[in-house]
T-cell receptor
Framework: DVKVTQSSRYLVKRTGEKVFLECVQD?????MFWYRQDPGLGLRLIYF???????EKGDIPEGYSVSREKKERFSLILESASTNQTSMYLC?????????????FGAGSRLTVL | DAKTTQPNSMESNEEEPVHLPCNHS???????IHWYRQLPSQGPEYVIH???SNVNNRMASLAIAEDRKSSTLILHRATLRDAAVYYC???????????FGPGTRLSVLP
């Protein structure tokens, strides 16, 4: 089974801190995604990557950046955390750019910014 | 972008079948219909997907309308562990348009 591992389940940071959320998948998937999930809003796509060193903005990229230096790892970076970035962050991966390929999600990282 | 609409919530009794509807009236010919569910405190997990024909797997069945403008996820015998938020999303053949709406919160009563 594909495994998507998010490094931290719970984080508490202060306003202005730089935050790294790490995601690793173990099945050589080409595509990786970062979503945030907030009550009543469903999942919203922040960034995605079709391949190493490639990135595309999703629906809400402001305040975030990403890094994909290796195929298995996709990092989400909050350069200067703000309280409105308190949320659940979900990483997902998929084999390639085909609609028939399913998304596999990690367990999520709950970030609280004080 | 093609979007889906689902009821906010549904309720079922344990061991009864559950039919979760999804409308996608603007679906295009190359869009796949995917269903995911999210159990409490977990990330979403894949349930089933299809293009035109009905699909069955060990978790559920997917019934797709002939015009493809709607679909129904069928849980044949609901268990308490099926209580979750169920998401219906469309993914085109280029792998894009993966928009998750609020989904349907399914409650299963013992």
């Amino acid at each position: 089974d594909v495994k998507v591992t998010q490094s931290s389940r719970y984080l508490v940071k202060r306003t202005g801190e730089k935050v790294f959320l790490e995601c690793v998948q173990d099945m050589d998937h080409e595509n990786m995604f970062w979503y945030r999930q907030d009550p009543g809003l469903g999942l919203r796509l922040i960034y995605f990557s079709y391949d190493v060193k490639m990135k595309e903005k999703g629906d809400i990229p402001e305040g975030y950046s990403v890094s994909r230096e290796k195929k298995e790892r996709f990092s989400l970076i909050l350069e200067s955390a703000s309280t409105n970035q308190t949320s659940m962050y979900l990483c997902a991966s998929r084999m390639d750019t085909s609609g028939a390929n399913v998304l596999t999600f990690g367990a999520g990282s709950r970030l609280t910014v004080l | 972008d093609a979007k889906t609409t689902q009821p906010n919530s549904m309720e079922s009794n344990e061991e009864e079948p559950v039919h979760l509807p999804c409308n996608h009236s603007t679906i295009s010919g190359t869009d796949y219909i995917h269903w995911y569910r999210q159990l409490p405190s977990q990330g979403p997990e894949y349930v089933i997907h299809g293009l035109t024909s009905n699909v069955n797997n060990r978790m559920a069945s997917l019934a797709i309308a002939e015009d493809r403008k709607s679909s129904t996820l069928i849980l044949h015998r609901a268990t308490l562990r099926d209580a979750a938020v169920y998401y219906c999303i469309l993914i085109d053949n280029y792998g894009q348009n993966f928009v998750f709406g609020p989904g349907t919160r399914l409650s299963v009563l013992p």
